[in-house]
C-alpha cells in the first residue's frame, strides 16, 4: 500500500516535470500568443471611445400641494424629452452644441422607430429609491465634454422654470375654485386646508423657492477600461491560449507517433 502511494506520487512530479518541459519547449509560441494579445488588447483600446459619466442631482425643494414627487420627475422627463420643447430652448439658446438627436431616445432601424439601450443614451433619468420617504433622483450624462454638460444643466433648469410656471397658473386656477367653494357652502374643514396649502406654495415659489433644483454636475470620470487593464488582460488570456495550443500539439504529436510506431 505504501509502494502505491510512492509510485502514485513519483508519477505526478515525472506528469508535472514533464509538463513543464513540454511548455518550455513551446515557449516561443506562448510568447508570439502572449504578443498577439498585446497587439490585439492595443487595436481595441484604439479603435473604442472612451467612455465618461457624470452625473446632475435633481432635488425637489418645493412641491406642489396637487402633485407627488414621482409624478413631478414623470412631468420633467416628458418635458426633457419633447423635440418641440428642445427646439424652443435650442432657438434661444446661445453657443449650444446639444442636439435632440443627443438626447432622442429612439432611434430609425429600417424605417421604423425602436428604442435605444439605455447603453446608447446621453442622458438616462436615474431614481435611486431609498425608502418611501426618500428617492434620490438624477441624471445620468455619457460625455466628458464640459461644454455638452454645461448644455444638458441649462436645459434641465429651462424645463424647471417651464414647470415651475404651468404648476404655479395650475395653483392659482386651484385656490380661485376653491375659494369659490368656500363662498357657496360655507367652511369645511378639509377644504380650508387645501386653501392653505395651496396658499403656502404660491407664497414660497413668490420668494424664490423652486419645485426643481438642479444641482451642478460633477466632473465626468472615465468608466471604460484603460490600457493599465485591457493590455495585461488580453495578454494573459494570450498566455492562457498559448499554453493550450503547445498541449494540444504535443498531443497530437505523440497520437501521431505513436500510431506510426504500431
Known amino acids: ?3 502505491a502511494k510512492v509510485n502514485s506520487n513519483d508519477n505526478d512530479e ?3 516535470l514533464e509538463l513543464l518541459k513540454i511548455l518550455w519547449e513551446g515557449k516561443w509560441i506562448i510568447f508570439l500568443f502572449m504578443l498577439i494579445g498585446l497587439l490585439f488588447g492595443i487595436g481595441i483600446q484604439l479603435l473604442n471611445k472612451p467612455e465618461y459619466r457624470t452625473t446632475l442631482e435633481i432635488k425637489i425643494d418645493v412641491l406642489p400641494p ?3 414627487d414621482s409624478e ?3 412631468d420633467f422627463q416628458k418635458h426633457f424629452y419633447n423635440p418641440i420643447i428642445f427646439m424652443d430652448w435650442k432657438n434661444n439658446a446661445k453657443g449650444t452644441i446639444l442636439d435632440y438627436k443627443d438626447l432622442d431616445i429612439t432611434k430609425l432601424i429600417n424605417g421604423f422607430k425602436i428604442l435605444k439601450d439605455k447603453e446608447e443614451h446621453l442622458v438616462t433619468l436615474i431614481a435611486n429609491y431609498k425608502n418611501e420617504k426618500n428617492t434620490n433622483y438624477y441624471l445620468d450624462t455619457k460625455t466628458n465634454s464640459l461644454q455638452l454638460l454645461f448644455d444638458v444643466f441649462e436645459y434641465s433648469n429651462y424645463i424647471s422654470a417651464l414647470l415651475e410656471k404651468d404648476y ?4 392659482e386656477k386651484e385656490l380661485g375654485v376653491l375659494k369659490n367653494h368656500v363662498k357657496n357652502i360655507g367652511d369645511n374643514q378639509n377644504v380650508i386646508l387645501q386653501l392653505l396649502s395651496i396658499d403656502r406654495y404660491l407664497a414660497r415659489v413668490e420668494k424664490g423657492r423652486k419645485v426643481l433644483l438642479i444641482q451642478h454636475p460633477k466632473l465626468p470620470k472615465k468608466i471604460s477600461l484603460g490600457y493599465g487593464i485591457t493590455i495585461p488582460l488580453y495578454i494573459i488570456i494570450g498566455m492562457i491560449l498559448g499554453f493550450f495550443y503547445t498541449l494540444l500539439r504535443n498531443f497530437i504529436r505523440k497520437h501521431i507517433n505513436n500510431k506510426v510506431k504500431s
Open 1 to 3: 500500500m505504501a509502494n
Open 66 to 68: 396637487f402633485y407627488s
Open 72 to 74: 413631478v420627475i414623470l
Open 168 to 171: 404655479f397658473v395650475r395653483a
Open 14 to 16: 515525472i506528469d508535472l
